[in-house]
Structure formats: structure tokens, C-alpha cells
């Protein structure tokens, strides 16, 4: 490929993608979404004490030392410092990888922006508390699922986006190479 037509592929791929200022303003507005409901619901909710919301869903504080769905929740204190360490590793690779990505690929640039914004909200709660505050209980009968927030929400959103991406573009490689 000729060097003019390599820069007109780039040029069309730059023009293609969510500009990085909306995607980092997304992850922005994610963070401060997450930080302004965790100090709402520490302010006016109960540690462990359930308020309904509807019929399984309740709104319950929980403090997280450790990570996802508590582990190291109990481990005395290191994994404060070793989950702050790798969230921002974790945070800073995420932001490289959305100036890096090509503006074509628009899914995983949301998806990463929402990732992104969700590890920043658990990370400012750790790095500062040593603990994220958790306030969305799900439930059925009495069978309750992990304790979250929105931080972890926004993670689970961008991380199923993430799937659906490569779901996407492992079907549009197949029709490519099949046709």
C-alpha cells in the first residue's frame, strides 16, 4: 500500500470513532456518577441493612476490602495497596489503549470508556478508604447476589460490550473470508 493511501485509511479510521475528549468525558462522567451515589447512599443507608426499592432489588451498604465478590475481603489490610496498584496499572494500560485504538472501532471504544470511568470510581473509594462502598443489592427469594455499585455496573456494561465486539467482528472476518 502506497504511503498517500495508508494515510487516507488512517485518516478515514481517525474521522470513524468517538472523538477521545467524549470518551474520557464518559469515563469522567461515569466516575462522578459512582462517587456521588456511594457518598448518598453511606450518608442515608444502614451498613447491611436492606430498603426496598421493588421486589429484588434493595438498596444495602456494604464496605469491600478486597475485590470482586469480596476476595481478599478478609486478607488484613496489604490488598489495599496491591488493588490500588493494579487498578491503576489496570487504568492507565485501559487509557492507552483508547488513544491507541483506531476511531473505527466505536464499540470498544465505549466499551473501554466505561470500563475505564468504573475502575477510576473503585479505585479513588480504595486508594482513599481502602474499601469500595457497595449499595445495589439483587436478590431472588432469599437467595442474594453480590453486593455492587455503579462503578461495578459500568464495568460489566463495557466488559459485555467488549464480548459483543469481538462477537461482531469475529462474524464480520468469517463473511470476509468466506466470500
Not at 44 to 52: Q, R, Y
Not at 124 to 146: K, M, N, Q, T
Not at 154 to 163: C, W
Request: charged share 15%; glycine share 8%.
Amino acid at each position: 500500500m502506497s504511503k498517500q493511501a495508508d494515510m487516507t485509511t488512517s485518516a478515514i479510521q481517525e474521522a470513524a470513532r468517538p472523538g477521545l475528549p467524549l470518551l474520557f468525558s464518559l469515563a469522567a462522567v461515569v466516575a462522578v456518577i459512582d462517587r456521588v451515589t456511594k457518598v448518598i447512599c453511606n450518608a442515608n443507608l444502614t451498613e447491611g441493612v436492606p430498603v426496598s426499592v421493588m421486589p429484588g432489588l434493595d438498596l444495602m451498604l456494604g464496605y469491600n476490602a478486597g475485590a470482586a465478590f469480596s476476595f481478599l475481603n478478609d486478607a488484613g489490610g496489604w490488598q489495599r495497596w496491591f488493588l490500588t496498584g493494579i487498578s491503576l496499572t489496570v487504568s492507565a494500560a485501559i487509557a492507552v489503549w483508547l488513544v491507541k485504538l483506531p476511531r473505527s472501532q466505536k464499540l470498544l471504544s465505549l466499551a473501554l470508556a466505561l470500563i475505564l470511568g468504573g475502575a477510576l470510581g473503585n479505585l479513588y473509594d480504595r486508594a482513599l478508604a481502602g474499601y469500595v462502598i457497595d449499595f445495589i443489592s439483587v436478590y431472588y427469594d432469599e437467595y442474594r447476589f453480590a453486593t455492587f455499585n455503579v462503578a461495578d455496573t459500568a464495568i460489566s456494561v463495557g466488559a459485555a460490550l467488549m464480548i459483543l465486539d469481538m462477537v461482531l467482528e469475529a462474524r464480520s472476518h468469517g463473511r470476509e473470508n468466506a466470500g
